[in-house]
Structure formats: C-alpha cells, structure tokens
Nanobody, 121 residues
Framework: QVQLVESGGDLVQPGGSLRLSCAAS????????MAWYRQAPGKQRDLVAQ???????NYADSVKGRFTISRDNAKNTLVLQMNSLKPEDTAVYYC???????????????WGRGTQVTVSS
C-alpha cells in the first residue's frame, strides 16, 4: 500500500557529491519522521540521517557537516545531499518512513529497497 523508491545512487570519486531521493507513494495519510540508513557489505544497517515531520534533523557523526537531509511534505519525498564523499560512504542507502496510511490507523514502518552508492577512484 505504501512504497518507497530510492534513486540517485551512483559511482562517484572521493570528494564528489551525490543526491539521493526517495519517493513515497500509495495510501498515505501522513508521514511522521523519515530517515536514511546505509549498509555496507558485511556491516549492520546504520542510521545516516533523520528528519522529523517538523523538519528537525540529526546526523550520524560520520556524515555530520557533509550530508544534508531534507523533505518535501507536499510531494512525499526525501532527499539526502551528500558532499565530500569518502570511500567509507560506500553502501546501499535505504529510505525509511514512518507512515500513517489512514486516519485513526497506527503508523507503520516502511523501507525502500535501497540504492547503491560507491565512492571510489
């Protein structure tokens, strides 16, 4: 009923920039907080950045100052602007949204399938 689709993953050189987008679609009454996670091979899935419904943000220490998370509530989209990319940023990046599909229904967790970001020379 609710789908999250990430886009924008690519191969980029160290120091480069990349912009990831996540589009939420389906039956959506409201979206609470949204977030980007990432998972490198053999590693756990870690929180990269999150943004509340009111626009408050927080970031993992490893990306603070380099990444910016934003959202467009009218379009139900989430964006991660990534600058000064490092090889250790290489991972599959996943979009997460906490969504209420209908009025009076509880919120549920939704995940995208991920988009690959590779930072390499």
């Amino acid at each position: 009923q609710v789908q999250l689709v990430e886009s924008g993953g690519d191969l980029v050189q160290p120091g480069g920039s990349l912009r990831l987008s996540c589009a939420a679609s389906g039956r959506i009454f409201r979206i609470n907080h949204m977030a980007w996670y990432r998972q490198a091979p053999g590693k756990q899935r870690d929180l990269v950045a999150q943004i509340t419904s009111g626009g408050n943000t927080n970031y993992a220490d490893s990306v603070k100052g380099r990444f910016t998370i934003s959202r467009d509530n009218a379009k139900n989209t989430l964006v991660l602007q990534m600058n000064s990319l490092k090889p250790e940023d290489t991972a599959v990046y996943y979009c997460y949204s906490y969504v209420q599909s209908r009025q009076w229904e509880p919120l549920n967790d939704y995940w995208g399938r991920g988009t690959q970001v590779t930072v390499s020379s």
